[in-house]
């Protein structure tokens, strides 16, 4: 009777796998409240559908709570931004996975689909947001007009928050200023250049790399000189292969940063020797898609949070952090920016390069095939 | 149920949680490695096991059996030395007692912190390097040789080399004095002694120490995060790429297929592994 006892513990194996499952967050039975206007919160494609912003609000309120991820405190001034949402609204906001990558958003959101924890609101890198339109529930915020065309779904599935610049970050105490990316290729580089990421995984090092490719007589359509470019820079021995961050900036791990202009400014306020340079002869810029989940556990919280966003107030919250916010060139013009913060953003004139979806395919396709090369 | 079988269910009860977790843990995510390695778009396929030939992956595979195998070479070689050095000296001295507990704690040293101490040391902004650099005007750092599979090749070593002395040092042990001085009164030289007595008995724990060390290295992910942060060298951080790249996106598929062949290298080392261990038993019982 061997087999008795095996049988016997597989069998309370079950039991104790299944009182596991039982502990798991309850599904959320309602879906949504209805509105005013009779259709579901989750339906609401403006706040008209809850008879205005007051009536928006009171719905959200009553859901009490709001889920995001992947907003790290540090990053576009986000740990504000949730603290000054949650205070005006009264509404608690549990930020889940701050460190997450956009993928990872859209991977809860799935694995997390139906229970109250699922994440209400995504804040999306390019290529994972255009990847997943069928995910998100069309909204119109109140300032809607007022966005450019170029950055919003026209149904409004997804609007661009906020972007930045590509930017060359250096630590004016340990390397001369830089004013060229063929600079970088200098004997007093030497070890000391980073680029934030592997290109072929994260979006900063791709702009990165698209920026150099532009300096070097590239376009969004030819990103090969820029691969060129870092196989001289590693030959050179100024290559850094390390993943920076503010605490390799900060210890001189890093003394050289190629990254968005954001992410640069925000370590001069730590390092005040920490410079940012945007090259303004060939800008590459990338915006950040916002998106409410269409299986949104706080329908009417996932609203209001875009309605705050795009305010006045959200907006310039975000340009506090030193990103571009979306409506920043018509607030600028109405004199609706803080001018503190408008100061603070880079000014840059003339065409402006951000590759379309195909472009960034096509030049992802061309660097899986040949970055491990250049810099292995 | 007789009287017996539901002792036997009763004996059997502590283990569950156990049970539980092995479950858990390891069959059900085995098993979804499995099937996702072979279903596609709800069908079987070979498509994602097809990918497993290209270019890409074959190189991760060759550099991590590369950087597993010398890295388990070398630190079966020096750490039997190590091993055989501590083992003359008696069980209750300082040195061996200084020098297994040191191990004990280098062996599980791997992962970040292990990853940032070279960095801070050798890499090319080390305070060594910068050092060396500034005394005798020589690069230590190269051209970030650190920062790939070379690098990695010195860093594993690193917990390789004490893991090998714990595990090589009870069957050192278990060769009895009684042997030894059997073959002197024989009239055999210490010499002798040690090639026709000493090695023929050590080679199975030997091979099988190294085959685990093998597999310690072909597994081992954090460390090798932390210090290669360009290109996707080896299997493991082939997997972190398909299954968290922004760029690239849908890779999941390619990452249980990989995922599966690591698994189906580390069987077949393992299988090896216990057929030698049950060998040397035989010796040591």
Redesign the interface.
């Known amino acids: 009777m061997r087999f008795s006892r095996l049988v016997a513990a597989c069998a309370a194996s079950v039991v104790v796998l299944g009182g596991l499952v039982a502990c798991a967050p309850p599904e959320k039975e309602d879906s949504g409240e209805q509105t005013q206007s009779g259709v579901s919160a989750r339906e609401a494609t403006s706040a008209e559908d809850f008879g205005g912003l007051d009536g928006l609000i009171e719905a959200a309120k009553r859901e009490g709570e709001l889920n995001v991820i992947a907003l790290p405190p540090d990053w576009a001034n986000y740990g504000e931004i949730i603290k000054a949402f949650s205070d005006k609204y009264g509404i608690k906001v549990n930020s889940a996975q701050p460190d997450a990558a956009s993928q990872d958003e859209i991977n809860a959101a799935n694995q997390q689909r139906g229970k109250s924890s699922a994440p209400d609101v995504f804040d999306l890198g390019q290529s994972v947001a255009l990847a997943n339109t069928d995910m998100f529930a069309p909204y119109q915020v109140s300032v809607w007009d007022d966005i450019p065309a170029a950055y919003k779904d026209p149904d409004g599935k997804w609007v661009n928050d906020y972007g930045g610049y590509m930017s060359i970050g250096f630590d004016s105490a340990k390397v001369p200023a830089v004013t060229l990316v063929d600079d970088l290729l200098k004997p007093e580089f030497r070890g000391k250049v980073a680029l934030n990421g592997d290109p072929t995984q994260a979006g900063a090092a791709f702009s990165g790399v698209l920026m150099v490719a532009l300096s070097q007589g590239g376009s969004a359509d030819d990103i090969a000189p820029g691969v060129e470019f870092f196989r001289k820079l590693r030959e050179a021995g100024n290559f850094l292969p390390v993943d920076p961050t503010p605490a390799t900036i900060e210890s001189g791990q890093t003394p050289v940063v190629i990254d968005w202009n954001y992410l640069n400014a925000a370590e001069t306020k730590k390092l005040p020797s920490w410079q940012v340079f945007v090259p303004s002869d060939y800008p590459v810029a990338g915006y950040y898609y916002q998106a409410i989940n269409k299986d949104a556990p706080h329908p009417a919280a996932a609203r209001l949070w875009q309605e705050f966003l795009f305010s006045d107030e959200g907006q310039n919250l975000y340009a506090a952090g030193g990103v571009r916010p979306v409506r920043a060139d018509n607030m600028l013009a109405d004199g609706k920016l803080d001018p503190a913060v408008a100061a603070s953003i880079p000014v840059v004139d003339g065409p402006v390069t951000v590759p379309s979806p195909e472009q960034t395919q096509k030049a992802t396709q061309y660097l899986s095939e040949h970055w491990a090369q250049a810099i292995g | 149920m007789s009287a ?2 539901l002792r ?2 009763r ?3 502590p ?3 156990f ?2 977790v092995v ?2 843990f390891l069959l059900i995510p085995t098993v979804t490695v499995i099937v996702n390695a072979f279903v596609d778009d709800g069908g079987f396929s070979l498509a994602r096991i097809e990918a497993l030939f290209s270019p ?1 992956a074959l190189s991760a595979l060759g550099k991590s059996v590369l950087l597993s195998g010398s890295t388990a070479l070398i630190g079966a070689v020096f750490g039997a030395v190590l091993a055989w050095l501590v083992i003359d000296s008696p069980p209750e001295s300082m040195l061996r007692r200084a020098v297994l507990s040191v191990c004990s704690v280098l062996a599980q040293f791997g992962g970040v912190a292990l990853a940032f101490a070279f ?2 040391t050798v ?3 080390g305070v060594l390097t910068l050092w060396v650099q500034h005394l005798f005007g020589f ?1 230590l ?4 040789w650190l ?2 599979v070379s690098g990695l090749i010195l860093v594993y070593t690193y917990f390789q080399i004490p893991l090998m002395v714990i595990v090589f040092v009870p069957a050192l042990e278990g060769l009895r004095d009684q042997w030894r001085e059997a073959a002197f009164s024989l009239g055999a030289s210490r010499w002798q002694y040690f090639r026709e007595v000493a090695v023929p008995l050590l080679t199975p724990a030997f091979l099988g120490s190294a085959l685990l060390l093998f597999a310690n290295a072909f597994a081992a992910y954090a460390t090798a995060a932390a210090l ?6 080896i299997v493991p951080l082939l997997i972190r ?1 398909a ?8 890779q999941s598929g390619f990452a249980y297929a990989l995922a599966l062949e690591m698994i189906v290298v580390v069987a077949v080392v393992m299988i090896a592994y216990n057929a030698l261990v049950r060998r040397t038993a035989r010796w040591l019982r």
Do not use: F, H, K
Not at chain 2, 228 to 233: F, H, I, R
């Open positions: 017996l079988s036997r269910v004996d059997a009860l283990l569950l949680p049970l539980a479950v858990v890409t960095l801070a890499g090319l902004n690069n750092a190269g051209s970030g920062y790939s290669v942060s360009q290109g996707s060298p790429a299954l968290t790249s922004e760029m690239v996106l849908g």
